[in-house]
Every structure is written in C-alpha cells, then in structure tokens.
C-alpha cells in the first residue's frame, strides 16, 4: 500500500511519462507503470487517466489497455471523444481497438 505521499509522487511521475507520449503514438497502462518503477499498478494508472484535467496537457486518449483497446472512452464525456482524439492524430481505430497496435505502440521504457 502506498503512502499519500508516495501516491502522489507516482501519479506526478505517471503523468511526466504521459505527457512525453509522442503525437500519432499510445502506450498502455501497464508501460507507463513499468517505466515508472511500479508494474503491479497498471490499473492506479487508469484511474489517474480519468482523473485528468484537459486544463493540464496531459494526453490521456493516448493511454489504452496492454492490447490497444480504448478501455476508458466513456472518461472523456463525449461518446467517441478518445476515438476521435486518436484519429485525429492518425491513429487508425476500428471497433474500439487501435489497428497495427504493434506500430503504433509507444514503449516508455525505451524513451525515458
């Protein structure tokens, strides 16, 4: 059990990764929380995604589950809002799953 300090280090340092997740790309719940020490919390990073702010730049529509499924679509508000989000970026979804996921994956651990 973490800390509510160290719980808020962790969601800091989960939102550094996915800010530098780059344009047209998305990772998965379980990277993030690998490239930040913690692998067995995947799913805490899920619930700082639907915490996020649009007012922070934070680019959670480019957060999905381990098989690029949109998993937390209905976070957004607008029913299509991460599907559009993703698209607009080029990023190819049908049926709520990111096509050629293995491209468009963004490995954290090997970028920070």
């Not at 989960?14 to 997740?21: E, T």
């Not at 999905?64 to 607008?78: C, D, K, P, R, W």
Request: glycine content about 8%.
């Amino acid at each position: 059990m973490l800390t509510l300090k160290e719980k808020e280090e962790f969601k800091q340092s989960v939102y550094d990764v996915v800010r530098l997740i780059p344009y047209g790309r998305a990772t998965s719940y379980g990277a993030i929380a690998k490239a930040v020490g913690l692998p067995h919390l995947s799913r805490m990073v899920g619930k700082f995604m639907s915490q996020c702010d649009p007012s922070d730049n934070i680019p959670a529509h480019r957060v999905v589950n381990s098989q690029g499924i949109l998993s937390a679509g209905e976070v957004f508000g607008i029913p299509g809002q991460m599907k559009n989000l993703l698209e607009s970026e080029g990023v190819l979804v049908i049926n709520n799953r990111i096509q050629h996921w293995k491209k468009v994956f963004w490995d954290p651990i090997n970028e920070i």
